[in-house]
């Protein structure tokens, strides 16, 4: 699986933004055995998981320091997942990562590039 992760840039605090992660697997596979993962990490701070959805059904689930305000969904035809982020806060600001993982794997083993988001107070 390759991912590629778009969308970032900057905003304004209270602003909203979408990210998106354009997700290729292997002909003849598809995405329907996989959970995509979004991700950010502050500069100098850790890694935060934001949320997932698992791609068949679209189950999704978030941390609970962006429910209500990030939204994530997923477009079939396109094999994108997206990331909306709504009421942006500049504590918000982070490089945002989107990965996949197997159903059957302990962790994700797919990761896109990140893209920049800046919050700006």
């Known amino acids: 699986v390759q991912l590629q992760a778009s969308g970032g840039g900057l905003v304004q605090a209270g602003d909203s933004l979408r990210l998106s992660c354009a997700a290729s697997?292997?002909?003849?596979?598809?995405?329907?055995?996989?959970?995509i993962g979004w991700f950010r990490q502050p500069q100098g701070k850790d890694r935060e998981v934001l949320g997932s959805?698992?791609?068949?059904?679209?189950?999704?689930k978030y941390a609970d320091s962006v429910k209500g305000r990030f939204t994530i969904s997923k477009d079939n035809a396109k094999n994108t997942v997206y990331l909306q982020m709504n009421s942006l806060k500049p504590e918000d600001t982070a490089v945002y990562y989107c990965?996949?993982?197997?159903?059957?794997?302990?962790?994700?083993?797919?990761w896109g590039q990140g893209t920049l988001v800046t919050v700006s107070s």
């Open positions: 959805i698992r791609w068949s059904p679209g189950i999704t």
């Open positions: 697997v292997a002909s003849g596979r598809t995405l329907s055995s996989y959970i």
């Open positions: 990965a996949a993982k197997h159903l059957a794997a302990d962790s994700y083993g797919y």
